[in-house]
């Protein structure tokens, strides 16, 4: 009797200190929707994101708290390691920065705060999961918490189509990327037997399974499931569509975070489970990088719309990045993750002073939003000429770090091809970046003749009783959310001072990092011997 | 003297300075009196932004501006005083890791071969400085900004020793002239953006290729040496890499340095990136940062990879002539006089290269005295272009001009001694330079050398045609002669008394550079050496050609020969 009841009342040990950053950001999703029940407009459109931003801020100080450790948790399914931890603060970041840029935005407030912030901070948890996993189960749940909360995010402005076109495209293009995955690790399942990546990895390593056929028909798939969230090129169509329709901060979010997530999953499942056919997929792999430089930095020529631009230019960066994982060694994940937490600074850096923008002028996105910005705005043009001259990886700015370190690793690692692939891509991205560039700084603002909606045009609703305000900081959310009359031209819209905080900083930070790129470096010191990895 | 890094951060501190101070006095004023912004600082004060326009300048960035750039050519001239001739090694080194894990220094160093450079690119800059402080700019809180920052690129590539730091500052320094070509150029907008980023790609492609092989030589060498990974010069030096990998990662490099000086096939930015900008930061970027990609040949190329120097040395000189022959052609053919010196500069570069690419002593010393002659002549020619065209009616075409000598006896003295500087005038610095790289590619490549001898002809015919058709001939239309002023003297004085100078003792720049150009070129000689002697066995009139220890003494450079004349022909 005895017996038995000191064997049933043994639970499991859940080792809630390594959990705690997961249980802080999904307990937060939690508080945050229901908060965001609540019936006060200041309840709900001021607490919900504070409470939000404390969550985050909570889960980044038990990321920091847990640095150091390095265990596999709940039944081996996790690990928390120097990967793990550093993905999570890079993520964390990101959604710092979306919540900031989302404070105000028209999206947060059609879809409910509470539920908007609820389902960002679901996505977190998700990827946070994802960086975690290690076995294919986890891997997947961690996919698809991520994934499903994102679709919803990129349709939260209910009453513009493109947005709820944009979610549609990216519920429909991102469930064939989870199927083919899913279908993908169920072939690797089917031939090793084993679930969990160090188990693969020893059934691989012993006999010929490496090259076995169905191996590495569920290695591709995996490969094609895995670049459809991380926006490789061939299965990177669905990304100009979604960036460009979905909320500026979701993009924002998107283009940030969900790089982070595919890519450290990338690392986990091939530079740790299938290292042993590296073999088979190192040179495929390398090809599917270097066609993404070109086809993403080829695209993104010639765009008028910046979020377009970007989510071409993003397809670029995945595909540098990519360069990292391809190598298969320390060196190369730690520059992937290195180039990750660059990435979080350059792409929010751009988005913000884009959505500080759409907010002021009726051109949207579009690269004339940005002409005389330079003459107007500097502390907004600073942000964004750093952060694309950061993207095409000019000295002295964080890019130009972070593709030293790709370069470095991918021609340590045998692939001194792809190193030049790299730099031919950042010649080609000159072409779009330099062009903002110069609108922002060589061209004159445009007159208010040029910008179609001004107050005295036609708006509907009462547009002119709100038009007559004067349009503040932070002054009334309608005026400055709605899309009707999002721009008062000739009005002197100020940006809202948390968008200008995020350029600021992340602006700072792209500088900063870029002569001073030791703190980078010893963020990610640990990344690679975390993997195993020589 | 103080550590490098004074030297290079002085100016960006400067203009950053300048700024900082510049935006508190524009507040004071306007708090003061609340009067009508003055037209120092304030951006609103918009004068004419057209070259011919005169504004009051000298307004509180560009003073604190000047002060930097004095400061910087001070310390400039300090230490080529400080260099003593005999050393062949690195003086005032600094040298802290950057980044430890890419194996990154922040090493810094006087050579031979940087010492003049520098001193070039100081003296430049104070005199565009001036120039530019001879009318205002729009918004010259920025404008001066990006000046200084490129005077302070210019400088860390040229003392960078390592290779990581250089190819960083390298690619820096060109973004302070994009700014400056886009915002402050010529012309519409739409020629402006056009031709910054025709400049722009055009140069980052040749510098991102070069990104790429620099990573790979450290690297590579890493692999072979078995040790941590390292740029700095010296080490990778100790560690060459095999035959192939020298191959193709000197054509890397060849790509970057080609287009920044920039050579024949690979110039096609230069007319339109000339014409728009404005022409004191053209005098920089033509006197100063071609030369960049000349001494990146000589500084890095050739000591890191001499096989692969050696291997293309022919390629190499054919490029060059090629350029020679081109460059005086079209400067020849054509009548906007910028572009006229923005030819001849790639015929002068084409020179440069080929005395580097003799791969031997006599031409590297001649090539190095040439550029700093070059960066001495084009600046104050461009100058010159600038004044000229103020007195033919803003424009810049030599068929609008002529007769401007009549009423400017000085002006018409100063432009003689440039053109003839700029054709090699037998008693100038640069018909030392021309000499001695023609001595030098004669003893390399003979065929070459006399093809060569045409660009030389070539010089004096586009020289003295550009000379004679601005200050004689029939007065143009708009000509409206008149004597430079005071403050166009304050720019072009220095600068010919410089050329001067150097005309009558450019021992001071061979005798410190005779050390550092030997050994820069020691080992790709060393690899070409055999080839060459085979060509010239082929050569019936080789014989006859003294060698080297016999005519100019045991070390067989110029300069060890010309003192040695000197003192032969006193002791006896």
């Known amino acids: 009797m005895s017996l038995l009841a000191t064997t049933t009342l043994k639970g499991p040990h859940v080792d809630f200190a390594a959990l705690s950053p997961l249980m802080a950001l999904l307990g937060g999703a939690a508080i945050v929707l229901l908060v965001g029940l609540l019936g006060s407009r200041w309840v709900r459109a001021q ?38 931890l550093t993905l999570n603060l890079i993520l964390i970041a990101g959604g710092v920065c979306t919540v900031l840029l989302a404070w105000r935005s028209l999206a947060a407030r059609e879809a409910a705060h509470g539920e908007w912030h609820a389902l960002l901070l679901t996505s977190i948890g998700g990827m946070s999961l994802l960086a975690a996993a290690q076995n294919t189960v986890a891997l997947f749940l961690g996919l698809e918490l991520l994934s499903i909360p994102l679709y919803v995010l990129c349709a939260t402005e209910l009453k513009r189509e493109h947005s709820l076109e944009s979610g549609l495209k990216y519920l429909i293009v991102g469930s064939v990327g989870s199927a083919t995955l899913l279908y993908g690790l169920a072939l690797i399942y089917g031939a090793t037997g084993q679930t969990d990546f160090a188990g693969i990895d020893s059934a691989l390593s ?35 569509d979604v960036y460009e329709g979905a909320p500026t901060p979701v993009t924002a979010f998107m283009a940030v975070a969900t790089k982070v ?18 073999a088979s997929w190192g040179i495929a792999v390398a090809v599917l990088a270097a066609i993404t430089i070109i086809v993403g930095n080829v695209g993104a020529l010639g765009q008028s719309s910046l979020k377009r631009m970007l989510a071409y230019s993003s397809v670029a960066q995945a595909g540098y990045m990519l360069a990292g994982v391809v190598v298969a060694s320390k060196l190369g994940a730690q520059a992937t993750v290195f180039y990750l937490a660059v990435y979080l600074f350059l792409n929010m850096a751009a988005f913000a002073t884009i959505l500080a923008r759409e907010r002021e002028t009726s051109l949207g996105d579009s690269v004339a939003a940005m002409r005389g910005l330079g003459r107007e705005r500097p502390l907004l043009a600073w942000p964004m000429t750093l952060a694309m001259l950061g993207l095409a990886g000019i000295p002295a700015t964080a890019g130009f770090m972070g593709k030293f370190y790709l370069i470095d690793a991918s021609v340590s690692g045998g692939y001194t091809w792809l190193g030049v692939v790299i730099v031919i891509g950042s010649m080609i991205s000159l072409g779009y970046y330099l062009p903002v560039i110069a609108a922002m700084w060589m061209s004159e603002a445009p007159s208010p003749a040029d910008a179609p909606p001004t107050t005295a045009a036609p708006t509907p609703g009462p547009a002119p009783a709100e038009g007559a305000l004067p349009a503040l900081a932070g002054g009334s959310p309608e005026l400055d959310e709605d899309p009707a009359y999002p721009a008062r031209a000739g009005a002197v819209a100020r940006t809202q001072p948390e968008v200008a905080l995020v350029a600021i900083v992340s602006g700072a930070a792209i500088l900063f990092f870029g002569i001073v790129p030791q703190p980078l470096f010893n963020l990610v010191h640990g990344v690679g011997s975390a993997l195993g990895l020589l | 003297m103080p550590p490098l890094s004074i030297l290079i951060w002085l100016p960006a501190a400067c203009g950053v300075i300048g700024a900082i101070l510049c935006t508190l006095i524009g507040r004071a004023r306007s708090s003061s009196s609340g009067a009508a912004p003055l037209a120092s600082g304030v951006e609103s004060a918009r004068t004419d932004a057209t070259p011919d326009a005169r504004g009051d300048g000298w307004d509180v960035p560009g003073v604190v501006a000047l002060i930097g750039t004095l400061g910087a050519l001070g310390l400039a001239i300090g230490y080529i005083a400080d260099y003593s001739p005999g050393t062949s090694g690195l003086t005032h080194v600094t040298d802290v890791v950057w980044i430890s894990e890419l194996g990154i220094h922040y090493k810094l160093g006087v050579s031979g071969l940087n010492v003049f450079l520098v001193g070039l690119t100081t003296l430049l800059f104070a005199a565009a400085t001036i120039a530019a402080n001879l009318r205002s700019w729009e918004r010259p809180r920025l404008f001066w900004c990006f000046f200084m920052l490129a005077e302070s690129a210019v400088l860390g590539a040229l003392l960078a020793q390592d290779l990581a730091l250089f190819v960083a500052f ?13 915002m402050w150029g010529r012309g519409t907008r739409e020629q402006r953006v056009k031709a910054t980023i025709k400049l722009v790609i055009y140069t980052l492609v040749g510098s991102l290729l070069m990104l790429a092989a620099a990573i790979a030589t450290g690297v590579l060498a890493a692999q072979q040496g078995g040790g941590h ?28 340095f080609l287009v920044k000086m920039p050579a024949f096939p690979l110039h096609g930015w230069m007319p339109d990136g000339y014409r728009a ?75 440069i290269t080929l005395g580097i690419f003799a791969l031997n002593p006599q031409g590297a010393q001649g090539a190095l005295l040439q550029m700093v002659n070059h960066g001495l002549v084009v600046a104050p020619l461009l100058f010159i272009v600038a004044i000229l065209s103020r007195r033919a009616g803003g424009s810049e075409d030599v068929r609008d001009m002529g007769g401007i000598a009549f009423r400017a006896p000085v002006l018409a003295s100063v432009f003689l001694i440039v053109s003839l500087a700029t054709l090699a005038m ?17 003893q390399a490549k003979l065929v ?31 000509v409206d002669s008149r004597e430079i002023s005071l403050r166009d003297g304050l720019v072009l004085v220095p600068l010919v008394a410089v050329i001067v100078f150097m005309a009558i003792y450019p021992q001071l720049a061979l005798k410190r550079s005779e050390g550092s150009t030997k050994a820069a070129v020691a080992s790709a000689q060393a690899v070409a050496d055999p080839a060459s002697t085979a060509v010239a066995s082929l050569v019936p009139g080789r014989p006859n050609v003294p060698a080297p220890s016999r005519y100019c003494g045991p070390n067989g450079a110029y300069a060890t020969c010309y003192e040695g004349t000197k003192t032969g022909s006193s002791n006896p």
């Open chain 1, 206 to 240: 012993s006999g010929t399974l490496a090259t076995d056929p169905l191996t590495l028909t569920g290695v591709a798939l995996c490969v094609a499931g895995l670049c459809f969230k991380a926006s490789v090129a061939p299965f990177h169509q669905w990304t100009p």
């Open chain 2, 426 to 442: 037998p008693g100038s610095a640069n018909f030392v330079g021309e000499f001695m790289i023609l001595l030098g590619v004669f």
């Open chain 2, 229 to 256: 990974i390292t740029f700095v010069l010296s080490a990778l030096q100790a560690m060459p890499l095999s035959k192939g990998s020298q191959e193709w990662i000197f054509l890397f490099f060849a790509a970057a």
């Open chain 1, 47 to 84: 607490l919900v994101p504070a409470l939000s931003l404390l969550a985050l801020g909570t889960a980044a100080g038990l990321t920091i708290w847990q640095w150091n450790a390095e265990k596999s948790i709940v039944a081996g399914a996790l690990r928390i390691d120097s990967l793990s």
């Open chain 2, 448 to 478: 070459i050398a006399i093809i060569a001898f045409a660009g030389v002809v070539m010089a004096s015919v586009y020289a003295l045609r550009l000379f004679i058709r601005a200050m004689h001939n029939r007065v143009g239309k708009d």
């Open chain 1, 261 to 278: 997530a595919a890519l450290g999953v990338f690392l986990r499942l091939f530079d740790v489970a299938l290292i042993e056919a590296h």
């Open chain 2, 277 to 351: 900008m404005p022409i004191e930061v053209l005098m920089v970027f033509s006197g100063v940062l071609s030369k960049v990609g000349a001494y990146g040949f000589l500084a890095i190329v050739l000591p890191l990879f001499p096989q692969g120097a050696a291997h293309f040395q022919t390629l190499m000189l054919v490029i060059a002539l090629v350029s020679i022959l081109y460059g005086s052609a079209v400067a020849f053919a054509q009548t906007d006089a910028r572009l006229i010196a923005g030819y001849s500069s790639v015929a002068q570069l084409g020179f």
């Open chain 2, 170 to 182: 390298f690619d820096l320094m060109l973004i302070p002239f994009y700014f400056l070509t886009g």
